[in-house]
């Protein structure tokens, strides 16, 4: 069962799109989508590919014969990434679970996943499925963020929030900043099968033009917005304290930190 934190449903998505993905993962996925054409893959998987910043780079960069497969949990997240293309261009959306993929063995030359892998309750199960649906020679290239500490941005609000929340507060923050341990990833990784694992960290430095755009994005682009509303909360109180913090304690350039990890099936 998909994880709470993972149900980027409702008004999310959109809000997710305008106020996040310009200033967290634009520079990431350009990251990605260039590892991705080093491999000169003819058939790739993206997961966890929510609102499409990555698939659209990777149509752009890849080899026009080449297939792509865009696929998200959340049908809504797809809508948006779908948008972002013309009607003939080569890419199909699918609704799958990472932790279930209904691809035949050996599909793939490439599996790709920018900051999804955190959501997947059963992280175990999810790279043995890559590892399945990859073709020999094939690679898993993923990335995750680092801890709050890499990512002060994500504290403060957390901040925000357990000041808010004292007795019962919101875990969103802890979720995907919580699956770093390189060791560990390494050794989930390895145990699905992958032969040779590697992983970098790569900071970033990312120039927001505003804090208040930027809170909305924290606060009403996650999950963390119904959270705050299941336990009778205002979403626009919250977002006016993480927009103060943020002014305070970051300024308008963002230390950002990911781990990038490639996982080669022999
Ligand atoms: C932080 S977003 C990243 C989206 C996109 N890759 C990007 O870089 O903007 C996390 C995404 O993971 C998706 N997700 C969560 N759990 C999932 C699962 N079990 N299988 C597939 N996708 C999942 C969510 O729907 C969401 O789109």
């Given at each position: 069962m998909a994880l709470y934190a993972a149900q980027f449903v409702g008004s999310i998505p959109e809000n997710y799109d305008q106020w996040l993905v310009p200033h967290l993962f634009d520079g990431y996925a350009d990251d990605l989508a260039h590892r991705v054409l080093a491999l000169q893959p003819r058939t790739v998987l993206e997961l966890a590919a929510g609102t499409g910043i990555l698939s659209r780079k990777l149509r752009d960069i890849l080899a026009s014969g080449s297939d792509l497969v865009a696929s998200d949990l959340n049908a809504p997240m797809l809508d948006i990434a779908r948008s972002k293309f013309q009607p003939g261009e080569s890419v199909r959306f699918d609704e799958v679970d990472a932790t279930d993929l209904r691809f035949g063995d050996a599909s793939f030359d490439a599996v790709v996943c920018q900051f999804g892998v955190m959501f997947f309750p059963d992280k175990a199960r999810s790279y043995s499925e890559v590892h399945r649906v990859l073709k020999p020679g094939g690679s898993y290239l993923f990335n995750v963020w680092d801890s709050w500490e890499q990512n002060p941005f994500a504290q403060i609000?957390?901040?925000?929030?357990?000041?808010?929340?004292?007795?019962?507060?919101?875990?969103?923050?802890?979720?995907?900043?919580?699956?770093?341990?390189?060791?560990?990833?390494?050794?989930?990784?390895?145990?699905?099968?992958?032969?040779?694992?590697?992983?970098?960290?790569?900071?970033?430095?990312?120039?927001?033009?505003?804090?208040?755009n930027f809170a909305k994005g924290l606060v009403f682009g996650n999950p963390l917005h119904d959270e705050i509303v299941a336990r009778g909360g205002n979403p626009e109180e919250v977002c006016a304290g993480v927009e103060q913090a943020i002014e305070r304690n970051v300024g308008t350039d963002l230390s950002l930190q990911a781990l990038i990890v490639h996982a080669y099936k022999y």
């Open positions: 609000a957390h901040g925000i929030v357990e000041a808010t929340f004292p007795d019962d507060p919101p875990g969103f923050y802890k979720v995907p900043f919580g699956y770093h341990d390189t060791g560990e990833i390494r050794k989930a990784v390895a145990s699905a099968g992958f032969s040779e694992v590697t992983v970098e960290h790569l900071p970033m430095t990312s120039t927001i033009p505003s804090a208040a």
